[in-house]
């Protein structure tokens, strides 16, 4: 009972301020699946989609493929995506993204700090970061057809 009313709350919560509001999106470092560290603040000068996204998410899955071909479409215009998985155990993601054959950077949030910086109280939640690294965009949740939403932000950020 307790775990259904949990994922209740993390479904059906309203999005965090912290993430709505536009400002300066916080940095952080993580390690990608690579063992490399990814800092946020390396990439000032894109425009980065930040998917936080679990294993045990259907809509997270579902929405993997979209990203990358967001990503492969943008990528020469200054444009990355992170993923962000927020599962203390990696064994689940990787299984998937064997499966998926990302090229965007999967970045792994063990401790959920950069989690709770900005504010993810949901699965998926996808924030758009322009140039200048602020906070522009930020959705909460995926059913098919956001992509379309996305790519008209992305293609508003990679023009400013």
Known sequence: MKLILLALLVFCAPLASAVTDQGSAANFTLKSTTGENIRLSEYRGEVVLINFWASWCGPCRQEMPELEALHQRYRDLGFTVFGINVE??????????????LSFPV????DNQVSELYDVDAMPVTVLVDRNGEVRFAHKGYKPGYEAMYEQQIRELVKE
């Open 88 to 101: 203390q155990d990696r064994s689940s993601a990787e299984r998937i993204l064997r499966d998926l054959g």
């Open 107 to 110: 970045l792994f949030d063990d």
